[in-house]
């Protein structure tokens, strides 16, 4: 079945760093939405991609849907520790269904 | 504003019971979804609703049971509980197809022994 692979698994950073995550899709996507998943809580919506090639940012979080339509990545800038959590990328399975599925998440730590 | 709601929050069973999550809604949104989350699995859906009436299967069906008689109400049952159904369970909602944002609730942790 189709499957969203997050990469990377899980990643320990300094606060101050920059990272970057990643989402490939074995088959097209005509919508991105990345999410934050805090502990205890349900996800919540980070950033929204809607076109190929579309650079949107969201304060210091910029994602970019992959020109090929296949992969999209989400870039964290200067992290701070409130940055932790599980980042989730997601989309509908096919264009104009509203079956959407979800990566298996990329699980952030942040070290002061 | 209460928005999405699910409840239990907790759940203890035992294997062969039968159980159901509630969610409830107060936007009148279309969409209706549930989720099970497992460590190394992430999301996966596993019934998805368009409107009252309207349902069907995700990912992961097998083993639940989904009703929508009303708009905001969509209840998950499991007729008979299994140990592989211990999960984290999670009801959304959206208001558009294939582009609108999913709105989560809080959760619904069931254990089966």
């Known amino acids: 079945g189709q499957q969203l692979n997050q990469s990377p698994q899980s990643m320990f950073i300094q606060e101050g760093e920059d990272v970057s995550m990643n989402c490939t899709s074995s088959?097209?996507?005509?919508?991105w939405l990345w999410y934050k998943q805090d502990p205890g809580e349900g996800p919540v919506l980070l950033i929204a991609?809607?076109?190929?090639?579309e650079l949107t940012s969201n304060g210091r979080l910029t994602a970019q849907f992959g020109i090929t339509r296949k992969d999209s990545f989400l870039n964290i800038s200067a992290s701070i520790p409130s940055d932790v959590g599980i980042y989730f990328c997601?989309?509908?399975?096919?264009?104009?269904?509203?079956?959407?599925?979800f990566g298996t998440g990329t699980r952030l730590k942040v070290l002061a | 504003d209460a928005g999405i709601t699910q409840s239990p929050r907790y759940k203890i069973t035992e294997t062969g019971r039968q159980v159901t999550l509630m969610c409830h809604q107060t936007?009148?949104?279309?969409?209706m979804f549930w989720y099970r989350q497992d460590l190394g699995h992430g999301l996966r859906l596993i019934y998805y609703?368009?409107?009252?009436?309207?349902?069907d299967k995700g990912e992961v069906p097998d083993g639940y049971v989904v009703s929508r008689s009303k708009t905001e109400n969509f209840p998950l049952t499991l007729e008979s509980a299994t140990r592989s159904q211990t999960s984290v369970y999670f009801c959304a909602s959206s208001t558009l197809a294939g582009k609108g944002e999913l709105f989560f609730g809080e959760g619904s942790r069931l254990t089966v022994l």
């Open positions: 088959s097209i996507f005509n919508t």
């Open positions: 991609l809607y076109k190929a090639g």
């Open positions: 997601a989309g509908p399975i096919r264009s104009g269904t509203y079956k959407y599925i």
């Open positions: 936007w009148s949104h279309s969409y």
């Open positions: 609703s368009a409107a009252a009436d309207i349902t």
